[in-house]
């Protein structure tokens, strides 16, 4: 069907939808105004009734008409159904009117079934003021019923109260209708009229204007045909000629003028053409230019037909292939690349797959055959057009073969560790994997050996990364050597290494103790000096070693590692050098540790810390200072020692706030003694964690609580341990010279512990140096320790630095460190760590 055709249909289906929904709407409005015009009528008729009756009625009650037989038939029931009887002598259209009552005085008012439904309707409804409904009489015809209710009024109790008081007339022709009250519902104006009125007004009205409706519309309808072919049907047509034209000749044709709007269109159109001409000869432009391109592009182009021969290629491709533009061009591409690296059915059928194979749109990677007959890699994105119901492929080849060499040493790479070359973590765990599964073939077991370089973060950072780099190759050239050829030795991260022990033994002690003799003689090898550089040479390395047993694959391997690495950590915590072997109690360790941060993290909240003091004398036994020592009061039974849980607090973080808490107890204590002359002069020390003493804000909380508390600066002194201090001693020395500037002292903890607290104690500006209780325990029975002890307090003295010996429990380690010129001491002789008041009732009593 013609556009024109479709045009006017639609416009014609919209008239002739359009005219019947108006007719309908119309015949209904005909009707409902016919109807409110009759109800209209029914009012007035009614007014002029109720006039009538009322007139009558006050005839007889004030103009003293007397009621008889004679007059009886004026009194207004009377009067008004004789009126009704006598209506169809004047006035034959079918209409009556009647006042009745279901419960009449004269028979002739009885309310018929209409009627009585009006009474009934008015009884349920008191303030309805009016029914009209339509309804269907006996014979069938329509009619309209309009009723009014009549309400007894005080004048209507003159005849209708009690008998007794009506008159004599009413009294002798009727027996009911007495004893009314007031607001009853005595009867209705019923009035009736034929349906057949509003029929003739309604068919009489519609039918004048549907016929001026429809004649008038199809004038109008005629008109719009005549418009729409003139200004929509004939332009559209032209454009469509037009555009016709466009279609089977890219370089179009333009359109005469159009009529009305269609002549901006009909521009638009032209102006379109003209552009499309314009970018036809650019498009050939372009393609001249794109080929002038692709010729000198260095990745090679082919573009092949839909049968797979190669009608097209560039230098590129020369250069890859190796073969001149006259030997490619019309061959098959399976000459370059061998059928088995190109899509299905490509090398006997020709590509016929369509644009949406899979391959097609996307780079793969194929080979290809050189001139000379060696392979070459290649990178190919294939991708395809239409034209002219033909379809066409280009693919863009690149050589990869170096780039591909380059990946494959990238890949063995990332399998070792650049540094020592030896296995990395993830070869490790691909061999890990293995060893599992061969123990479950064999039943024999494996081990796997986690070692920890110690101290080794402190060695770099005294003496630079290069140092360390070389102490972890020579290292791994001793393991090497040490261990068999079957074994792995993995570096897994910083001075971390992995040893992967294979077919130990079927029994599990033979295998426990074939690797702890391995481990044992790996940490014997390691404790031989080695020499790095001229600034460490005949350096002893120790070592921690995690040991975990495997057999089968009961475990994964990161429970495997897992269980190794929870054996290290035992090893570290008894003090390093040391091996372990996981067991169930490392694990239930682990957990106990674990239990224990959270129960700290409650401590805190509870207030459950508390602190002992220790007292510190001079050689006369004066108590000059103490030693605050923290403790924690889980219940009041229960006095859990720092050794169980300062190192939890250390690993988790936790000192930090366990020892600004500590600092802020010691301060508030002694605000306390500066007012007393007895204990004002008495210092208090208090030990600061590695951890808090590098915060960077460090010194700004010290000074914020000491100016919070109030308490003097000269009396507070901070022990810090070498563990502290030599992680960065330049930043160290500013903090302790910024603290010092206050007013605070400083002690060096645990001195003689380190390897390198000699070396640096002369550049840290402490005021104190604390002999570690190690030394002074074996000093009178310990030629070695008595040896350090005196060199210690013969450096401090020739460097004017105060000492003080810890651990100090017999009389005669007093007298030793008293011949030597020590002068301060702290321990169990001079009394235990205890709390305030107890230190208060023993040193202090008055």
């Known amino acids: 069907m013609s556009l024109s055709r479709k045009v006017l249909f639609a416009v014609l289906a919209v008239f002739i939808v359009g005219f019947f929904i108006l007719q309908y709407a119309s015949y209904i409005f005909i009707q409902q105004e016919s109807e409110q015009e009759l109800l209209d009528s029914a009012e007035r008729i009614r007014a002029v009734l109720m006039a009538t009756r009322r007139v009558y009625h006050h005839q007889f009650l004030e103009s003293g008409v007397p009621l008889n037989d004679k007059t009886l038939g004026f009194l207004p029931a009377h009067a008004l159904g004789l009126i009704s009887k006598d209506i169809p002598n004047w006035l034959n259209s079918g209409f009556s009117f009647d006042n009745v009552s279901d419960i009449p005085r004269n028979p002739d008012h009885a309310a018929d079934a209409v009627e009585q439904a009006a009474i009934k309707f008015f009884r349920a409804h008191p303030n309805e003021p009016r029914r009209f409904v339509p309804y269907i009489n006996e014979q069938g015809k329509r009619f309209y019923h309009y009723a009014r209710p009549i309400w007894i009024e005080p004048y209507c109790l003159n005849c209708h109260g009690s008998k007794a008081t009506a008159p004599e007339t009413i009294r002798a022709h009727y027996d009911s209708a007495y004893d009314y009250n007031v607001g009853d519902l005595r009867g209705i104006v019923s009035i009736k009229i034929p349906g057949s009125i509003i029929e003739r007004r309604v068919q009489r009205i519609f039918n004048m204007q549907f016929w001026w409706v429809l004649g008038s519309g199809t004038l109008l309808l005629l008109c719009i045909f005549l418009l729409i072919k003139r200004n929509v049907i004939l332009p559209i047509t032209r454009l469509r000629s037009g555009i016709d034209s466009l279609g089977s000749d890219l370089s179009g044709h333009s359109v005469e003028p159009l009529p009305g709007e269609f002549n901006h269109i009909g521009k638009a159109f032209n102006l379109m053409v003209a552009r499309i001409n314009v970018k036809e000869a650019a498009l050939k432009d372009s393609e001249s230019k794109f080929r002038t391109l692709v010729a000198a592009a260095q990745d090679g182009v082919l573009q092949t037909n839909q049968f797979g021969e190669v009608i097209f290629c560039n230098h590129g491709a020369e250069a890859i292939f190796g073969y001149p533009e006259p030997e490619i061009v019309g061959q098959s591409l399976s000459k370059l690349i061998p059928s088995r690296y190109l899509p299905q059915n490509f090398a006997a059928q020709g590509l016929k797959l369509g644009r949406s194979a899979s391959y097609v749109g996307r780079i793969s990677e194929v080979i290809g055959m050189h001139r000379d007959g060696h392979e070459i890699q290649i990178e190919m994105a294939l991708n395809s057009w239409q034209q002219q119901g033909e379809t066409y492929y280009v693919a863009v080849m690149r050589d990869i073969t170096e780039r591909k060499l380059a990946e494959e040493r990238i890949r063995t790479l990332a ?54 780099d070389h102490l972890l190759v020579a290292i791994a050239h001793r393991l090497l050597e040490v261990l068999p050829k079957q074994d792995t030795l993995a570096r897994i991260g910083g001075d971390e290494f992995v040893i992967l022990l294979e077919g130990l033994a079927t029994s599990e002690v033979e295998a426990v103790a074939k690797a702890l003799a391995t481990a044992n003689e790996i940490r014997m090898q390691l404790q031989y000096p ?160 590695a951890r808090q003493f590098l915060r960077s804000k460090f010194a700004d909380e010290v000074l914020s609580v000491l100016s919070e508390t109030g308490a003097r600066a000269d009396r507070l002194k901070l022990e810090l341990t070498e563990s502290a201090v030599l992680q960065d001693v330049e930043a160290s020395k500013q903090k302790i010279l910024q603290l010092k500037a206050a007013g605070l002292t400083f002690s060096l903890d645990d001195f003689g512990t380190g390897y390198s607290s000699l070396s640096y104690l002369k550049q840290l500006p402490v005021d104190q140096v604390k002999i570690d209780r190690s030394f002074v325990k074996d000093v009178t029975e310990d030629e070695g320790d ?27 380690q007093l007298e030793f460190l008293q011949q030597h010129d020590c002068c301060r001491f702290q321990g169990y002789l001079f009394g235990r760590p205890v709390p305030m008041n107890e230190l208060m009732d023993r040193f202090f009593k008055v």
């Open 530 to 689: 080695f020499d790095i550089e001229a600034s460490l040479n005949g350096y002893l390395a120790t070592v921690s070693i995690g040991v975990s047993l495997f057999c089968g694959d009961g475990i994964s391997v990161d429970e495997m590692m897992s269980h190794a690495d929870m054996a290290l950590n035992k090893a570290k915590l008894n003090g390093r050098n040391n091996i372990q072997c996981f067991d169930a109690s490392i694990q239930r360790q682990l957990s106990q540790r674990s239990e224990i941060e959270n129960a700290l993290k409650h401590a805190l909240q509870q207030q459950e810390f508390r602190l002992f003091y220790q007292p510190q004398v001079d050689e006369q036994g004066r108590i000059f200072g103490v030693e605050a020592l923290l403790r924690w009061q889980k219940t009041p039974d229960e006095l859990i020692p720092p050794d169980l849980f300062i190192p939890v607090a250390e690993e988790s973080g936790l000192i930090t706030e366990i020892g600004l808490w500590v600092l802020k107890q010691a301060c508030q204590q002694l605000v306390i003694w500066q007012r007393s002359s007895l204990t004002q002069d008495i210092s208090i020390s208090v030990n600061v964690s």
């Open 786 to 812: 008595s040896a350090i002890v005196q060199a210690i307090l013969a450096m401090c003295n020739t460097l004017a630095i105060e000492t003080i010996a810890e651990g100090v429990e017999t009389q005669a």
């Open 415 to 468: 399998f070792y560790d650049p540094l020592t070359e030896l296995p990395n973590r993830r070869l490790l765990l691909e061999r890990l994997k293995i060893a599992r599964s061969n123990s479950v073939r064999s039943g024999r077991f494996g081990a796997l050996l986690l070692l920890d370089l110690d101290n080794f973060k402190l060695l770099n950072d005294t003496h630079g990364h290069s140092v360390g």
